[in-house]
């Protein structure tokens, strides 16, 4: 079983910088990638980065490349995502998640095996 505590977010004026981190418990053994998901109010679930547990490769939506980086330390166990130049429109709960599917499947939720428990991110104009 794979736990996810994440930490960070708060809040930010637009063009700022926020990070959020994701520490994993217990063993990471079948875990193949890590990402971040955000859902705005109202709104639907949505991928923003992920990242290949082992070989370190990223991945990330349109709406963030560029902006946002998605990393991972595998011997402290915590995957980051360095947000920058940030948007009004990237407040939501940003949550972590762990995926034992394939490459394809990653920039859906519905790939995440395991969740952390969301932590807000706010910015204003």
């Known amino acids: 079983q794979v736990t996810l505590v994440e930490s960070g977010g708060g809040l930010a004026q637009a063009g700022e910088s926020l990070r959020v981190s994701c520490k994993l418990s217990?063993?990471?053994?079948?875990?193949?990638?890590m990402g971040w998901i955000r859902q705005a109010p109202e709104k639907e679930r949505e991928f923003v980065a992920a990242i290949n547990w082992n070989d370190g490769h990223t991945y990330y939506s349109k709406s963030v490349k560029g902006r946002f980086t998605i990393s991972r330390d595998k011997v402290k166990k915590i995957m980051s995502l360095e947000m920058a130049s940030l948007e009004p429109e990237d407040t939501a709960t940003y949550y972590c998640g762990g995926s034992t599917s394939i490459l394809s499947a990653i920039f859906q939720q519905q790939s995440y095996k395991y969740w952390g428990q969301g932590t807000q991110v706010t910015v204003s104009p």
């Open positions: 217990e063993r990471t053994l079948n875990l193949r990638f």
